[in-house]
């Protein structure tokens, strides 16, 4: 099994690691323009690196004019991360290389209703599984991170009050899972890791706001290039109130939220109530898909919902893009119906050069993202 190591590096060490891996810089000449070092400096500090086994020079790079450079990449030994995605009902974990590729990602079925300590103990013994049967030989594991559905404290990486998680509320998420690994830990809302992941997609989109819509709602924001966490709740429209001709009282105690109509749960609810068996959001895009109109009358009513809450937060913020992902993003009639209401009562300026689209990164975005968040962490 791989060993468990902190990576060595000092000061701009870390500065220039990072730009390799996020592919900002291939050699270095590039380094030297995007840091602002002397180029003695870096090549210092590049040579460094390399003796570390976290860097390998090797090729020829692009060519600015005059000889090509030689390349510089990520050491396939550099090291692994360990990320996980955990959601109602299910865990989504990986093993990815400092540069955040993926070798492997599984899912395995995890209640997060089990209760904080059986969740995050059943997580680390599977990140142990998965380096025992992929991680490379001699490859160490440099950090672990999660995203939690749920509010979560930047500062102290605890779950703050959230709805549907009993016995989560204030628990020490990083304190459990780094004395599993005594190695950097990042725990962060699985919305905020999701934007964080889509934002590598779409990297001439300067600001997004990205919905996750599966069992919860969530939202995650990126201004200006950077994720956007406020105190930790920025981007919660969960619990935004809404118009609706019933009332319905919300997990968190306060009637009419949009999560209490537009959730996966919540739909769900519903149509457990009239006869239609569903188990998970999936079942619910799959009676869409099929044709059920008592389904698609639900999520068409949810995406105008959502569409509604999302118009305020367009005017307010105007991204260049809204992306949907999530388990309830295939069903067409949401995607449609949140386009009709934000196009409908946003300003003109603000939807002039919109984009309203799916997830381009898929089901891994939300580790994408952890594995970029997470070797921040590593580095620090």
Known sequence: MPG?????????????????????????????RLSGLAASSVSLRVEELIGSGLLVEEGAGTSRGGRRPRRLRLSPSAGLLAVADLGAHHARLGLLDLSGTPLVV?????EIADGPEATIDGMAAAFEDLLSAHGPPGVPLRGVGTGIPGPVDPATGRVI???????????????????????????ENDANLMAAGE?????????LMVLKAGSGIGCGVIVNGALHRGRGAAGDISHVRVRSDS??????????????????????????????????PADVVALVEDGVPEATALVRNAGRLIGEVLTVLVNFINPDAIVVGGSLSPAEPLIASIRAAVYERCLPLATRDLEIST???????ALLGAGSLLLDAVLA
């Open 161 to 187: 009050a959230p709805s549907r998680m009993p016995g989560w509320n204030n628990f020490p998420v990083a304190e459990r899972l780094g004395a599993h690994f005594d190695l950097p830990v990042l725990v």
């Open 4 to 32: 468990k190591e902190r990576l060595p590096v000092r000061g701009a060490q870390g500065d220039l690691l990072r730009l390799v891996a996020a592919g900002h810089a291939e050699s270095r000449a590039e380094l030297a």
């Open 199 to 207: 934002a590598r997609s779409w990297p001439k989109s300067e600001t």
């Open 359 to 365: 997830s381009r990164s898929g089901p891994d975005a």
């Open 106 to 110: 599984e899912e395995r079925p995890c």
């Open 247 to 280: 009332s319905v009282t919300c997990s968190c105690g306060h009637d009419d939220c949009l999560e209490a109509y537009a959730s996966g749960a919540a739909l769900m609810s519903v149509l457990n109530e009239q006869g239609i068996p569903v188990r998970r």
